[in-house]
């Protein structure tokens, strides 16, 4: 385990108390689960505080746990490949289901540290830490675009990956990869226009590629 990462455990322990859960990974690499409400706090004590030094936010993140841990694929036999079937479906949302991930480097201490801040699925409002990293501007804004997560504080929060006009949230585990409509130019309105999709539907059943060392003669 890494030492200094010990010392910022330690700190961030004594500072914050039950707001965080602080934990490693199996690969040695920290993770830190805040409540919201002490993410701008946090945010600048781990880049201001001399044993902590995360200087830069490398990576900015949505995630979306809709029917996480709830799905199990149905056993195959060995072969070449199969499709992955779901055993379990269920239509009720976790109370958590959106998260915002935050990835910190710090040059001076050579060494990572991930924050993890789960929100409400009523409440999807997060403070932006902008004025703690500039880098978070486009960041934040894709998180806003692909899943509709609202960064309070944010000078100029838009879309910046979709089209003006477009009304969903790409990244939602919900959303239907094939849209719900398409743009294409009108010769007679001599504009774009947007219309229903017209591509047919696909095989979204993921492909799982079987070793086949392990087949049985």
Not at 43 to 69: H, P
Request: hydrophobic share 40%.
């Amino acid at each position: 385990m890494n030492n200094s990462l010990e010392i910022v455990i330690d700190l961030l322990n004594k500072k914050f108390g039950n707001n965080i859960v602080c934990s490693f990974s199996k690969i040695n690499e920290l993770t830190v689960e805040a409540k919201d409400f002490i993410l701008i706090d946090l945010c600048y004590f781990l880049r201001n505080n001399s044993s902590c030094m995360f200087s830069q936010l490398i990576d900015l993140c949505g995630v979306d746990y809709l029917f996480y841990g709830l799905d199990n694929w149905s056993h195959f036999n060995y072969g070449s490949f199969s499709r992955a079937i779901s055993k379990i479906k269920n239509d009720n949302l976790l109370d958590n289901r959106f998260a915002v991930v935050y990835h910190l480097l710090s040059v001076e201490k050579n060494h990572r540290i991930r924050i993890k801040v789960y929100l409400k699925t009523d409440n999807l409002i997060i403070p932006s830490v902008i004025n703690v990293w500039a880098s978070s501007n486009w960041y934040e804004r894709e998180v806003f675009d692909l899943f509709g997560i609202f960064f309070s504080g944010h000078p100029d929060l838009r879309r910046i990956l979709t089209d003006y006009g477009f009304k969903d949230y790409p990244l939602r585990k919900d959303f239907l990869l094939e849209g719900n409509v398409e743009i294409c130019y009108d010769d007679k309105k001599c504009e774009i226009v947007y219309e229903p999709v017209s591509i047919s539907e696909r095989c979204i059943i993921p492909k799982v590629i079987r070793n086949i060392n392990h087949i049985k003669s």
